[in-house]
């Protein structure tokens, strides 16, 4: 079994536990302390949050600003259009903003959030055929539909 651990720094882990748990995900007590927090979306997806001195002490690189530099956009799927819909205002609501207009490509709809400290995550919903055929043929059958 594959786990996905991605680690993102943050100058507030207060607030970022208090974004992360309004958007639905859990905080394992279990790692976290004051220097990190695990956040854990399922059973195998989990975001290291790190203040950001913390996150530096891993890498020899310069830790960016995610609010002025793109590092990663983390990309999260949904069950459906109106879940990538709900999390996206419980994001807002939490503080979060949205960089970008939502964009429907017909088989595949998604919505760009910016944590507060900006880290961006995308939220999308694939149709389920379109995941299984790829987007050219389930695009193909719905123009001859």
């Known amino acids: 079994m594959t786990q996905i651990f991605v680690n993102i720094p943050t100058s507030d882990l207060e607030r970022a536990k208090a974004f992360y748990a309004a958007l639905g995900a859990d905080i394992n007590p279990l790692f976290t302390d004051d220097n990190a927090a695990c956040i854990v979306w399922d059973e195998n997806v989990f975001f290291m949050v790190l203040t950001r001195e913390y996150f530096a002490t891993f890498t020899d690189k310069q ?4 609010r002025t530099h793109a590092q990663t956009l983390i990309a999260l799927s949904r069950e459906s259009r109106e879940d990538v819909d709900r999390i996206l205002e419980a994001g807002l609501a939490a503080g979060g903003t949205e960089p970008n207009e939502a964009k429907d490509y017909g088989f595949m709809y998604s919505r760009d959030l910016e ?31």
């Not at 400290?117 to 055929?133: H, R």
């Open 63 to 66: 830790v960016v600003d995610p």
């Open 115 to 145: 944590d507060p400290d900006g880290n961006g995550v995308e939220f999308l919903y694939m149709d389920p055929k379109a995941a299984e055929q790829g987007p050219d043929v389930y695009m193909a059958e719905q123009a001859q539909a």
